[in-house]
């Protein structure tokens, strides 16, 4: 397999750190809809630089979306705080 063959986002890894801590926030503090839009958009114009930001935004939409109990290692939070999270997000969707 080349180089080529293998996507490897830079930004996912470059920002790791800043993007548990900002998911484990949401579902800590059960952010949905406009807050948690607020809530990112203000975190990512204070921590990320401006010519990333766009990038680590889509990173953290993606993983919001396609959150589960496997994806929590990391985050600071429980499997009961992420299945409250869950239940509130899924309901606005």
């Given at each position: 397999m080349s180089l080529d063959a293998?996507?490897?986002d830079v930004i996912r890894?470059?920002?790791?750190k800043e993007r548990r801590k900002l998911i484990g926030e949401i579902i800590l503090h059960r952010y949905v809809g406009?807050?948690?839009k607020a809530y990112i958009?203000?975190?990512i114009e204070r921590v990320i630089p401006e010519k990333d930001q766009k990038a680590f935004l889509k990173n953290v939409m993606e993983d919001l979306e396609y959150m589960d109990p496997c994806r929590i290692v990391g985050l600071g939070v429980t499997e009961i705080e992420l299945?409250?999270?869950?239940k509130k997000y899924r309901s606005q969707i």
């Open positions: 293998v996507k490897f890894v470059w920002y790791r406009q807050p948690m958009d203000s975190y299945e409250e999270w869950m």
